[in-house]
């Protein structure tokens, strides 16, 4: 009589030179882990770009339309969002456009050939399937978002090295996806591009239309046809939406007032601050700043409810 086989597999771990810990400066520390439930997505975090970070999101469930960077793209369920420092983005989103998803952000990158803060090729694009590798993302995140939320002894330490295999998987789905090149873009686009760096370095200043025409030599009506074709935006929309992005990073990162903060955004009175600020986010700015960071656990310490 045989003796019945033995269903057991054993990997032995070999020498593995990590990217992380043995590259010189390239100790990425864990900033944030935020889960954005289906019904927050209708108050928006709206355009925005981190200039120290970088801001890793899973799309779980819904779809919608996002400006990133210079172009309006679909996201849908199953969609992994890799943000580099510096990289505008905008999310789109309503009652009919409800998005679950899990957001971390990352600082102290130095991938080796890449810029500070950035994990992947600025060229590589921004939205990748995940495919196979869903439910693991999946896990990861929800995990890392589970232990700081709940409060758990050593939750830090435990999901900073959560992250080294997140950013480790990220990769994996990055390289396995093959973004096509870019098309040359034709004259009007670059314009478009130039226009968009102008409003993203002068946006907190107070700029007009009319001012922008000027100061690249452009006709205040070409510009604006020029930079809708290419953003979906007017300037002036680009612009607003701009300086409430801005302001919620201020009214999350921050202790400063809403006076204070409609100043710094450029907009002269509190009133009218709080005007656009709420048809835009779907809740004053106070509000806003209230609902972002929630208290949880055991010892009260403060998690991000959204990003």
Excluded: W
């Amino acid at each position: 009589m045989s003796k019945p086989s033995l269903n057991v597999q054993c990997f032995v771990e070999k020498k593995v030179k990590t990217i992380f810990r043995d590259s010189g400066e390239n100790h990425p520390k864990l900033l944030y882990v935020s889960e954005i439930r289906p019904d927050a997505s209708t108050h928006p975090r709206v355009m925005h770009a981190h200039e120290d970070f970088v801001e890793l999101i899973l799309i779980c469930s819904g779809s919608s339309e996002y400006l990133i960077h210079d172009k309006k793209v679909v996201i849908q369920a199953g969609d992994l969002l890799v943000y580099n420092a510096g990289v505008v983005h905008d999310e789109i989103s309503g009652p009919d456009m409800e998005v679950g998803s899990y957001c971390v952000a990352v600082g102290g990158l130095h991938m080796p050939g890449l810029r500070e803060n950035a994990l992947i090729p600025d060229d590589a694009g921004y939205v990748f399937p995940t495919g196979k590798y869903f439910n693991d993302l999946k896990a990861l995140f929800e995990m890392m978002f589970r232990n700081l939320a709940a409060g758990e002894p050593q939750a830090e330490l435990f999901c900073s090295t959560l992250m080294h295999a997140l950013l480790v998987a990220v990769l994996t789905v990055t390289d396995s996806v093959n973004i096509p090149k870019e098309k040359p873009v034709d004259e009007p686009h670059i314009l478009g591009r130039r226009i968009k760096e102008y409003i993203d370095k002068h946006y907190m200043e107070p700029i007009t239309l009319h001012s922008m025409g000027e100061a690249l030599h452009i006709s205040s009506y070409y510009l604006s046809h020029v930079f809708k074709q290419m953003s979906g935006y007017s300037p002036v929309q680009y612009l607003l939406r701009r300086r409430i992005g801005e302001a919620q990073t201020l009214l999350i990162t921050t202790d400063l007032s809403i006076t204070r903060i409609a100043e710094m955004v450029g907009y002269d009175t509190q009133s009218y601050f709080n005007l656009q600020f709420t048809k835009n986010v779907g809740m004053p700015p106070n509000k806003f700043r209230q609902n972002y960071i929630v208290p949880s656990g055991t010892e009260e310490k403060p998690r991000r409810r959204r990003k």
